[in-house]
């Protein structure tokens, strides 16, 4: 840590220990809140939230699981992560807490690998690796009033907590006279209390009761990645709340705490009667009125008239749970025919595909889709498969689109394409009094000085190497960076902020660290490659890309960069060899053939 950003952590650490000291109930347990809200302390009691994590008798489970030897071995947990349909199990591996892969189906007490798919011990994400550390990928969101610290020296982490479980603390605070207050922020949403948690995310800062969700992380939104369905639909582990955020729902206001019950976490109602709760002209917000019957056309009490089998299909993930896509997009047959994503009738009629599910929504007159929701799924498929028009269709469908969030994943997908006419926030008039929108614009000083952490941050990562980091997005930065120190991904970002700080003999030592926590992963040898060759160590830069390129033979990128380091070094027939390959792995690599177009001019002068 180079002297600068040692000062300023300094003071950065300050302002977080003082910020610990606010009175909430976790201060003595949920259970202290049960004398005067008995109703909502029982209804809590039970339920997922208070259930997330608890502590288990010595000796009660034993889990036996793979160890780092490739072997069996049992393991005594000290506590359960879950209860329905499946319980984890917190165990010690060599000083660390990690969570075990082999799970207990908690509907019939079978035992069961979480992941299955081949995840081998030294990777990440096997359960002796990094990726199922409990400091870093479990205690906030399964535990109340967490703080966690890390020691590089020791490679250890010191992580405390007020409550196990999701306790009254996580939601809600207290103020002098002792006046409980949910953590609901004004503005611009008011789900702050779930979505912290619900989301597929990366934190920016210790999650506090009553602080915005964006100002303690940035959700992932669809993208050019297979994270989610080109229509946005969940792919991946997405969780739920993005595709909440995405939905038409939520865009007119809906909330979570409209649909469960905040305290027990279960519906407020049953089957359709849930939906109808609003969809029948009664609700808390103008809705549509829908007779189920008739708009499903299927009878009553089947499959195929309940609103969530439609509109929330269930994906499968840890092999036992099932969840549902909170999107609540309708079925569109000849999308899902003509870009291969998932559709909604198939869950049932399994024996018939797209087409005969197209032609029932003709025959029955059902509605199927919208013009913008296709529009920008078509857009996205575009600039996933790398077609030539993939950035008009970007830019026509931002210009129609209507929804605050779809439009910045729209624009940032835009931005990210690298397209002359995305380097202009202005020239696609986004909407810069909405955050979703201000979170995915280019950097300009008032970005950079935003109410909102998550905006400044992205801000600042986008001038890592000049953001002045006594500024408040500088702290916001440094904040970020000291959040996920102990893991590969923090490691990278420090090794990035370093190297373009010009503090490349330190991010070589971070790069190195990130090569053994991840070692399925390129990304590492990429930025060690350039720290050296900052630094005049050419010769190594290159061997580095070398070994790289034969632990990683798929990665079109690496080759790409061992082609301009070989072109470096002189090695002009090297060069062409590395560049062809990294084409010939990504056909779609525009600065690949860029490249290798000026070497073989070059050669042929």
Known sequence: MNASLALVTGALLTLMCGACGRESPTASGSASCAACHEAQYLAWQKSHHALAERELTRGEVTVRDIGPDGEFHDYPALRAIGVS?????????????????????????????VFDDGRQPGEWGHWTGRGMNWDTMCAVCHNTGVTRDWSAKLDRFTTTWQEHGVGCGACHTEDAEHQSQPLLSSAPFQMDTCLSCHARRTGIAPLQPGVPFLDV?????????????????????????????????????????????????????EGNALCLSCHSGGGRLPAPVIDASAHSQHEEGSAGNSCIACHMPTTTYMQRHARHDHGFLRPDPSLSRQLGTPLACDRCHQDK???????????????????????????????????????????????????????????????????????????????????????????????????????????????????????????????AILLHRGQPTGAMEEAQFLFLRGAFEKSITLTRWAQQWEPTSPAPWHLRSSALDAVGREAE??????????????????????????SAEGDYVGSVSALQRALSLQPNFPAAARNLRALQIFLAD
């Open 85 to 113: 349909p499946l319980v984890q199990y917190v165990v010690v591996l060599d000083g660390h807490l990690q969570v075990a892969q082999q799970a207990k189906d908690s509907r019939d007490g079978s035992w069961f690998n």
């Open 217 to 269: 992380a940035l959700p992932a939104f669809p993208d050019l990645s297979e994270d989610w369905y080109a229509d946005g639909q969940i792919h991946a582990e997405d969780f739920e709340a993005s595709s909440f955020l995405l939905s038409q729902m939520a865009n007119a206001g809906v909330t979570c705490m409209d649909c469960h019950d905040p305290h027990s976490g279960k519906p407020r109602a």
């Open 353 to 479: 595909d797209a087409e005969w599910a197209a032609q029932q929504m003709t025959t029955r007159v059902l509605a199927s889709g919208s013009g913008r929701a296709r529009l920008r799924a078509e857009a996205i498929h575009a600039a996933r498969s790398g077609v030539d028009d993939a950035k008009d269709l970007l830019q026509v469908a931002l210009q129609k689109e209507e929804h605050p969030v779809w439009r910045g994943v729209l624009y940032n997908i835009l931005v990210s394409l690298g397209t002359e006419s995305s380097t202009r926030a202005d020239l696609l008039a986004l909407n810069m009094s909405n955050p979703w929108e201000r979170l995915f614009a280019l950097a300009t000083p008032e970005l950079l000085a935003d109410p909102l952490r998550g905006v400044r941050l992205r801000a600042a990562r986008q001038i890592l190497g000049t953001v002045a980091l006594e500024s408040r997005a500088g702290q916001d930065l440094l904040q």
């Open 541 to 566: 830069a290159l061997t580095e890309l070398n070994l790289c390129c034969a632990r990683f033979p798929e990665d079109a990128t690496s080759f790409y960069l061992l082609g301009l380091a070989a």
